[in-house]
């Protein structure tokens, strides 16, 4: 009743090698446009302008973001840990592209139990009499990855006896996955401790030079792991979230990136002329991050948006619409997405949705091992994210890193949802 292993597949899936190495060469890019994003306040005050007036959620988050701004920041070691998700999208003709769906900004989870599967999948394949098989698997290790970008951001913050906080929910579904990334900083001798937001709230407090303390500790880096739904928060806990925002520590995120990995944001940045903006020089660097967009489309007010809502309520098979969040579970397909399109269509409400085409990857056989589920044999389709970590220290980057993959794979009668959500369980990559 208490623990449960991990959902996964029972063999690995292929996945085309041109295109997992597409995903790992941008990765860099990805880090450093959203970097870069987090600290243009005028782009994302512009981006979001319309969503926060109709998303509570954004607009509470954005408002902490403005006051701390206007407070001065007091943090100057800057660490962010993204996962950049794909699908293999079969066009017209049949070739596999690599197209993203989203980037998580806060709290990407799975680097530690991903770093778990290989040795697993290499099992079966052995117990399989397929030696030749298992030796080909990539070693993939996130946690280690994930764990050198905090122990990074904590050495740079400077004070050997501080702790590294994880931000932790109430009910810690996904502990094992944490513990993997906190055992590689005990290993580096860095002291971890596991607080709530209630905690924060009951037990936090800054000292004049905002340095953060909890229990007569004090926090070098605070690593969210919780924090990115609205059910998460309550009066307490935004007064908690404020708090650690004010403070000198170095949030993994920091609340800019947390806003910066929204939809509304993802859709902006497909505008032609956003990119170069936002990375002006680095021409090869825009093209590759725009060879992975897939369409996505603006359903703000006026006659651009009418008309894409028009478009999506006559053939919404073509489309997925998508609110500002985080987590999985959340996105609208097929009748759905047209009845909500339908009631919303003429008011405001709409501006908090983005609606993006719907990729149509390849499915393949698999046998999804889940706990009290029967086994069969399903026709699935998989999701490749790319753990991405970077560092910044005042304007300098002093750490840009593509840290690791996770394969998620679901049974194609499944639209939405990630390993969290109870529907992908956890793959290896097989290149082909």
């Known amino acids: 009743q208490v623990v449960n292993y991990a959902p996964f597949t029972l063999l690995p899936s292929a996945v085309p090698s041109a295109l997992f190495e597409q995903a790992y060469a941008v990765q860099q890019d990805f880090n450093l446009l959203v970097d870069a994003i987090s600290q243009n306040k005028e782009f994302l005050e512009h981006t979001l302008a319309s969503t926060i007036k109709v998303d509570d959620f954004t607009a509470q988050l954005f408002r902490i973001h ?6 001065g920041l007091a943090q100057s070691v800057f660490l962010g840990i993204n996962r950049s998700d794909y699908m293999f999208d079969c066009g017209v003709d049949g070739t596999p592209a690599l197209k993203q769906i989203e980037i998580n900004t806060i709290a990407a989870s799975f680097g530690g139990l991903t770093s778990r599967t290989v040795a697993v999948h290499g099992q079966v394949l052995k117990v399989l009499g397929k030696s030749k098989e298992a030796s080909r698997l990539l070693p993939n290790n996130p946690s280690k990855g994930l764990a050198l970008g905090i122990a990074k951001a904590w050495e740079l913050y400077g004070s050997q006896s501080a702790v590294v906080m994880f931000l932790v929910e109430e009910v810690q579904r996904n502990i094992f996955d944490q513990r993997c990334v ?11 401790i596991r607080k ?8 936090g407090s800054l000292d004049d030079a905002k340095r953060l303390y909890i229990d007569g500790q004090e926090v070098a880096v605070v690593y969210y792991r919780e924090g990115y739904v609205p059910k998460n928060y309550d009066q307490q806990n935004w007064e908690a979230r404020l708090l650690l925002e004010r403070s000198r520590a170095v949030k993994c995120p920091d609340i800019a990136t947390q806003l910066a990995g929204t939809k509304k944001v993802q859709q902006e940045l497909s505008r032609p002329g956003t990119l170069e903006r936002l990375l002006p020089g680095r021409a090869e660097a825009v093209a590759r991050i725009r060879a992975t967009f897939a369409g996505l489309y603006s359903l703000d007010e006026g006659e651009e948006g009418d008309k894409i809502a028009a478009a999506a309520i006559a053939d919404p098979d073509r489309f997925v619409l998508k609110p500002q969040r985080e987590g999985g579970g959340n996105n609208l397909y097929g009748e759905e997405l047209r009845q909500v399109l339908q009631k919303i269509r003429d008011s405001p409400e709409r501006t908090s949705y983005i609606l993006m085409d719907k990729l ?6 698999n046998y999804l091992l889940r706990a009290h589920s029967p086994l069969q044999v399903s026709k699935c389709i998989s999701e490749l994210g790319i753990f991405g970590v970077y560092v910044r220290h005042g304007k300098e980057m002093v750490m840009n890193e593509a840290a690791g993959h996770l394969l998620r794979t679901k049974a194609i009668e499944h639209a939405d949802g990630g390993v969290a959500a ?3 369980v956890l793959d290896t990559p097989y290149l082909v």
Not at 182 to 192: A, F, S
């Open 66 to 71: 403005m006051q701390v701004l206007e407070e």
């Open 182 to 192: 906190e055992n590689e900083l005990w290993n580096r001798n860095i002291r971890v």
């Open 196 to 203: 709530r937001f209630r905690d924060v709230f009951e037990k």
């Open 360 to 365: 149509k990857p390849q499915p393949a056989m």
């Open 422 to 424: 109870g529907v992908a």
